[in-house]
């Protein structure tokens, strides 16, 4: 059974950093992708970043370039999401997803339909 634990939430400060850690387990990924997405109070779930595991080609929400850094550790099954420069408007619950088969030629690692198993969420909230 695939399990997503995350980690690394909390409080920080505007312009701070936090890492958040997202370990799967429960099978291979190599065929896999793995999302970050996160929601709001009042807001629907949106797309932070993703990863396909083989390859480490990467994806990000327009919002974050140049902010957070998605990357994976093959030996731990971990994926991480550095984040940087953050905004209050960060504030809200991330989630990690896993995609277990990914479409190689044409992966719409933004849609969250396509993810088969979310973690719990780690609560991010950024002071002004």
């Known amino acids: 059974q695939v399990q997503l634990v995350e980690s690394g939430g909390g409080l920080v400060q505007a312009g701070g950093s936090l890492r958040l850690s997202c370990a799967a387990s429960?099978?291979?990924?190599?065929?896999?992708?793995m999302g970050w997405f996160r929601q709001a109070p009042g807001k629907e779930r949106e797309f932070v970043a993703a990863?396909?595991?083989?390859?480490?080609?990467?994806y990000y929400a327009d919002f974050v370039k140049g902010r957070f850094t998605i990357s994976r550790d093959n030996a731990k099954n971990t994926v991480y999401l550095q984040m940087n420069s953050l905004k209050p408007e960060d504030t809200a619950v991330y989630y990690c997803?896993?995609?277990?088969?990914?479409?190689?030629?044409?992966?719409?690692?933004?849609?969250?339909?396509?993810?088969?198993?979310w973690g719990q969420g780690t609560q991010v909230s950024v002071s002004s």
């Open positions: 997803a896993l995609d277990l088969v990914i479409v190689v030629t044409n992966w719409h690692a933004e849609d969250n339909t396509l993810y088969d198993y």
């Open positions: 990863i396909r595991w083989s390859g480490g080609t990467t």
């Open positions: 429960g099978r291979t990924f190599s065929a896999s992708g």
